[in-house]
């Protein structure tokens, strides 16, 4: 469970009791929390990486593995003109 700690009046508390804000920048997981007991806005890292448990992101069996289409006959019928 990601816990957030309040620079001005060091409330420590989960996550989900500081309120949602807004991010701080436009793309990414960087985000506002307002402190529940003093209302200072905090700064936090939205993705939580306990449920990775050290296993290396995008990594699967399909990796490396190259996808085609399959030879399908075009639409419309033969291929004789």
Not at 23 to 33: D, F, M, P, V
Request: proline share 7%; aromatic share 8%; glycine share 8%.
């Amino acid at each position: 469970m990601l816990t957030l700690t309040c620079p001005k009046c060091g409330k420590c508390a989960p996550k989900h009791e500081f309120a949602y804000l807004s991010r701080a920048e436009s793309a990414g997981a960087a985000c506002y929390r307002k402190c529940p007991a003093c209302n200072t806005p905090v700064f936090c890292n939205e993705v939580d990486d306990s449920y990775a448990e050290g296993k290396v992101w995008g990594t699967s069996s399909l990796r490396g593995t190259a996808f085609t289409k399959k030879n399908l006959p075009p639409k419309g019928g033969s291929n004789e003109q």
